[in-house]
């Protein structure tokens, strides 16, 4: 790709700074691999929100009953309860990382309780810093095989993007 082009999809990338979005269907279609991985189900609508983190589309998904182990709520969850869903958040476990865009779907009005809203909009940075750190631990525990040894990656899906993290080298096009 030229250096144009470049510049353009940098731009596109850029908007998802921080942005509620919902995944497509083809998505899981494209990786069925993922499909067990994310913990997906027919009945869940994959909606949470995007974030840019290293020139990565980090998808976070909305989950409206989290673990309740205070080891996970510390480290890879992210707590939005509401009147109906007092255990709901953003599950950092289930981080998918998209950079095909044409898989994320912006949702300009999300349909969530106000409470739940105010506190994103609020928190953006905590959610955006509170990922990264997810990540680089994540980096770390690989660099020292202990990925599948650490609770709070056991179950990641982090593992499926080793690539986008920089941790093994991209496969090239055949």
Do not use: W
């Amino acid at each position: 790709m030229n250096n144009s082009g470049n510049n353009i999809l940098r731009k596109v990338i850029k908007m998802y700074n921080f942005n509620f979005c919902k995944i497509s269907p083809s998505y899981f279609q494209a990786f069925p691999e993922l499909v067990r991985e994310a913990d997906l189900k027919e009945t869940r609508l994959y909606f949470g929100v995007c974030i840019n983190i290293n020139d990565n589309n980090c998808f976070i998904p909305f989950e409206s009953n989290l673990h309740d182990h205070p080891y996970l709520r510390q480290h890879s969850q992210y707590l939005l309860p509401s009147s109906t869903r007092p255990n709901g958040g953003l599950n950092l476990e289930k981080c998918l990382i998209i950079n095909e865009l044409q898989y994320v779907i912006p949702v300009p009005d999300p349909q969530i309780a106000s409470s739940q809203y105010k506190k994103l909009i609020a928190e953006q940075e905590i959610v955006r810093n509170k990922l990264e750190l997810y990540i680089n631990k994540f980096v770390k525990a690989c660099e020292k095989k202990r990925e599948d040894k650490e609770y709070i990656f056991k179950f990641s899906t982090l593992h499926q993007f080793k690539e986008e993290l920089g941790l093994i080298p991209l496969s090239s096009p055949l």
